[in-house]
């Protein structure tokens, strides 16, 4: 039960990296944070953490690519002012004449389809609010290419694509549409992930950088944003370490 008064914010994908990170800042800055993932007991950790910690924070087991979970969900809420749309993730590095079809839907599913769902499900309780917002949480592979990123870069231009539409298809309602787009992040298990828990072909994707992004770093991004006056839409926020000028310009020490 959220106490009379308190936004609620929910993030998604909050068991790990941003959206832990995300989370712990909304709470901080005086949100009931509902944290979902699959993973219930790390939510659970980090929720009683929080509330030990004197904030509101309730753990709800949830896959985003299960539209019914999803929508089970939405109707639980007392009331939504924010939403994170965070889960997601890239699998492979394959370049497009060997990519595996499976992980390029697997890719859709997480980071477009599930945004999809919880957008669709959440909408009509941050509309119903003094001024609701919705994050979607896309990254620079959102916005232009790479080699052997084909496939997670599809599914971010889509992601993207969804935002924007958004925006525009609800202008005039209480709901702002917040995109954040980072670079690179080192956070404990994206890449690890990507390749399918080879921990030395992680490791090499930050390999000389001297300070890639921190889940913090985005996490604070996310944060002044939302906690902008209501009727300041930041579109669009790209960050990036300052070692990297492009998704395939990165400064490296040997
Ligand atoms: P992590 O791998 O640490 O976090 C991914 C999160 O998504 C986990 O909490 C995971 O939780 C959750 N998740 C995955 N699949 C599902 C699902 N089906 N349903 C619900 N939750 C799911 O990665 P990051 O924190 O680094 O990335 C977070 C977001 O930021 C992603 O969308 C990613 O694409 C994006 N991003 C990351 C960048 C980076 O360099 N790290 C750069 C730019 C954007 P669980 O497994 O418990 O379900």
Redesign the pocket.
């Known amino acids: 039960m959220t106490a009379v008064g308190t936004p609620v914010a929910v993030v998604?994908?909050?068991?790990?990296?941003?959206?832990?990170?995300t989370a712990r800042q909304l709470a901080g800055a005086g949100y009931h944070v509902f944290l979902?993932?699959?993973?219930e007991d790390?939510?659970a950790a980090l929720a009683a953490e929080l509330t030990a910690a004197g904030h509101q924070a309730t753990a709800r087991a949830?896959?985003?690519?299960?539209r019914a979970a999803v929508d089970a969900f939405a109707s639980g809420l007392d009331r939504c002012d924010v939403l994170v749309?965070?889960?997601?993730?890239?699998l492979g590095a394959d370049p497009v004449a060997t990519g595996d079809p499976a992980d390029w839907r697997r890719m859709f599913?997480?980071?477009v389809i599930?945004t999809l769902h919880t957008t669709q499900a959440l909408l009509p309780a941050l509309t119903a609010g003094d001024g609701g917002t919705v994050v979607v949480?896309?990254?620079?592979?959102g916005h232009a290419t790479y080699e052997g990123g084909a496939g997670?870069v599809a599914a971010?231009h889509a992601?993207r694509v969804l935002a924007e539409t958004l925006r525009l298809e609800i202008v005039g309602t209480p709901v702002r549409v917040i995109e954040i787009?980072?670079?690179?992040?080192?956070?404990?298990?994206?890449?690890?992930?990507r390749f399918r828990g080879d921990t030395e072909k992680a490791a090499k994707?930050y390999a000389g950088v001297a300070e890639?992004?921190t889940?913090d770093d985005?996490a604070d991004t996310i944060t002044w944003a939302v906690t902008r006056p209501p009727h300041v839409n930041v579109d669009l926020l790209v960050v990036r370490p300052r070692a990297q000028a492009s998704n395939t310009k990165v400064h490296r020490t040997p």
């Open positions: 998604t994908g909050a068991s790990s990296g941003i959206g832990a990170a979902t993932a699959r993973r790390r939510i949830l896959d985003v690519t299960d749309n965070n889960a997601g993730g890239a599913e997480v980071n599930g949480l896309t990254s620079t592979a997670y971010k992601e787009a980072p670079g690179m992040v080192k956070t404990e298990e994206f890449a690890t992930t994707i890639p992004l889940a985005v």
